[in-house]
């Protein structure tokens, strides 16, 4: 079975975990602030925090906005329930938009008509790779939260993905663009926001008491994720090649392929494509070994029993996910390949 995806790791990872066991020192300390200034200075803002989880990272950017019971964040249905844990942490009051068919991001329109008086914040995730539209979101003069969890290395009208909003959070979970195994982090050119957060993720020895978090990342994890930014470049290029093999192999099938926006770099975190019968398409794939999946679980609006999500209703029953990461050999990408167009030739998936 070809797994939907896995981490791409080398001996170069390995020794840099390494070293760190060997020093003695494996919570957050140098390795942790090296991670923190290279990827602020790599994105384009003035400063960053490590975290445990990406999760975490959310948490801390609505705190830090001053987010608290009572306050409406707005964030899209076709995303994980991550965003949606972290704005039930801080008791505010998550309000559900809709998204683009054709980018599975944000849609803007939509977003505008669901700002009222008590809307403190909207978090806008860059689905699978491709940047949301930023000047229009920004347009609308609430705080910007980025979820560039899918989305590093990418780029929105030349800057990247992680420089537009008020904050953003990134995630270093095992299958992400980089690994840590867990792991986030949240960058900002806010140095005021970026200080309450630095404060809020560590409590102890502390001046004052009040509520703060047990949210550091380790030196272990961050010598990780320090080795494999390293290699980002090559890993987005690699994505990009297998993206670009795709889209010519599949062009003959039953599929809508990704959406390509000419003003953003599309990093191809996830290969989604639309196929009006997607669960026994991925069913019939799963049975001849390649392990396709639906991109998002289930859309926040279905947990949360609300309608009037038509797009997200529509992309959810039809999105496959297929699989693309930098670890996928020939042999799979071939396989791969065969046995999509196979099954597009001989079944209705009906």
């Avoid at 939509?110 to 978090?123: E, F, M, Q």
Wanted: hydrophobic letters at 40%; one cysteine or more; aromatic letters at 10%.
């Amino acid at each position: 079975m070809i797994p939907h995806s896995r981490p791409t790791l080398d001996q170069t990872d390995y020794e840099a975990v390494l070293d760190v066991l060997k020093s003695g020192h494996i919570v957050q300390g140098a390795c942790v602030g090296q991670l923190e200034q290279t990827m602020a200075a790599m994105i384009g803002v003035r400063g960053g925090v490590a975290v445990s989880s990406g999760t975490a990272a959310l948490h801390l950017a609505l705190l830090s906005l001053g987010i608290q019971k009572g306050d409406e964040v707005i964030l899209p249905s076709f995303v994980c329930s991550a965003p949606l844990h972290a704005i039930s942490y801080t008791g505010a009051v998550p309000v559900i938009a809709d998204i683009d068919r054709l980018t599975f991001n944000i849609d803007p329109r939509d977003l505008s008509a669901r700002i009222t008086p008590k809307t403190k914040a909207v978090i806008v995730p860059h689905m699978f790779g491709m940047a949301a539209d930023m000047d229009e979101i920004r347009s609308f003069g609430i705080p910007v939260i980025e979820d560039c969890a899918h989305s590093l290395g990418s780029r929105y009208k030349g800057a990247f993905t992680g420089s537009f909003g008020d904050l953003a959070m990134f995630s270093f979970y095992a299958t992400k663009i980089i690994a840590t195994g867990e792991g986030g982090m949240v960058l900002s050119s806010n140095e005021t926001l970026i200080e309450c957060i630095r404060d809020l993720r560590d409590y102890d020895e502390k001046e004052a008491l009040k509520i703060r978090y047990n949210y550091k990342l380790t030196d272990i994890e961050a010598s990780l994720g320090f080795s494999q930014l390293k290699k980002l470049s090559s890993f987005i290029e690699i994505r990009q090649k297998i993206a670009s093999l795709y889209n010519r192999e599949f062009q003959a099938s039953p599929f809508r392929l990704p959406f390509i926006s000419p003003d953003r770099d599309h990093v191809y975190y996830r290969y989604v494509a639309i196929h009006d019968r997607a669960a026994d398409f991925i069913e019939k794939m799963t049975q001849a070994g390649v392990s396709c999946r639906r991109p998002v679980f289930k859309p926040l609006h279905r947990y949360l029993n609300l309608p009037d999500h038509k797009n997200t209703e529509w992309v959810w029953e039809r999105a496959v996910s297929i699989p693309i990461y930098p670890s996928l050999t020939e042999d799979e990408i071939s396989k791969i390949i065969d046995v999509v167009k196979f099954i597009a030739r001989n079944y209705h998936c009906s």
